[in-house]
């Protein structure tokens, strides 16, 4: 029963690290905070060759810090629990990005008005257009750090369970159930005072027809 | 747009660590490395006032240390999309535990059973009893870490958006739309000798009717 770091089907090609970054939501970000690890989830959005992060998690523990701090990003999203024959075979499929590298923190206004706005993109396509803009003060108030993509792999796991050659007659059910985030009804906030209509789920999380996990 | 950390409705208490802990599948655990901070996905299992977390995937990284290792192990589970009126208030609905502490190597055979028992329960409830259990060479091949749940807290955002007041006037859509974890249709391995009927999918990732996303 193993998140098997050795890819069965790896890929370490930045194509396929692009891929798996712009389909996730949410990042985890390590830091080492006075020598200690710390692990924090964020939202995130990879522009071109860098993934930008929101500092103010971590700015807390940034504070003191200048010019940059040692940070892994790790992105990691559940495909379906892979059912074995043996216990010790049990695994999940799953796609992760783990990101190396020197997190800094972004001063120029408009790369953080663009970071925002790839936020914005992440949580929903388009829809920047029609909410307020931020204005200066809070772009003062955003906190935004960058990662660059130069040490970046990408790892998973698809597929049946990879049972002893031995196993296979036993009579146990075994295969994948596959899993995937999934959008619900959305839910207006109840001071919402105009009469419109919800937006659209975003694609990806619109799974149709019911109980099928398509990508 | 932020994911807050600094808690809406936040809850420190063992009780909401334990239900966040037990609704996840895949943890975040981040170690010190030459200096460097490294986050690794991978599975876990609460068992009483302990997270276990299988070894293999740090196993390399964790050969040279004795007697354990600081390390930080954070569970996020995604609960929606938060749409508000100015794109500085999106954010992310959420629960997630965030466990510091000092991960140790499980050596005791019975423990490491009953952790895999504990793992084997997370991927799919009784299903331990189904399938071939571990061997003793299965065993020893296994590394399992143990991380105690002295120091763990956890956060979380629900509800609606928070808006600035001058912005509820402005004519956009505002909610959230859910997100969760959906198990799709068992997908048998295609080496499957018997005709067995698939498992039932587990409670918390059977989404019912399409569309609901009740935890």
Redesign the interface.
Known sequence: ?????VPERGAYDRGQVDAILDAG??C?????HD?????????YARVGDGVYV?G??ASRMLRTLQGGV?????V?I?D??V??????H?S?N?R?V?V?GRASEVTDPDEKVGA??A??ER??PG??A??????RL?LKA?SILRLPLDEASAKLRTG??T?DEE????????????????????????????D????R??PR?D?S?????GQ
């Open positions: 029963m193993r998140v098997k770091r939501l949410v985890h970000l390590g830091f080492v020598g200690h690890p710390i692990v924090i989830p964020t939202l929101h103010s998690s040692d940070a892994c990003l790790t990691t559940v379906g629990l059912l074995a024959r043996s216990i010790f049990h999940v799953y992760s783990v190396l925002l706005e936020f914005g949580i929903l829809w920047w029609e909410v307020r803009p931020p204005t809070e955003t049946p369970p049972d196993d296979y007659d036993l009579p146990v059910w075994a295969g994948v159930i596959p899993l995937a985030l999934r959008a619900g009804e959305p839910q207006p906030d109840p001071r919402l005072a105009f419109l209509p919800a937006p789920v975003p999380y799974g027809p019911c109980g099928q996990t």
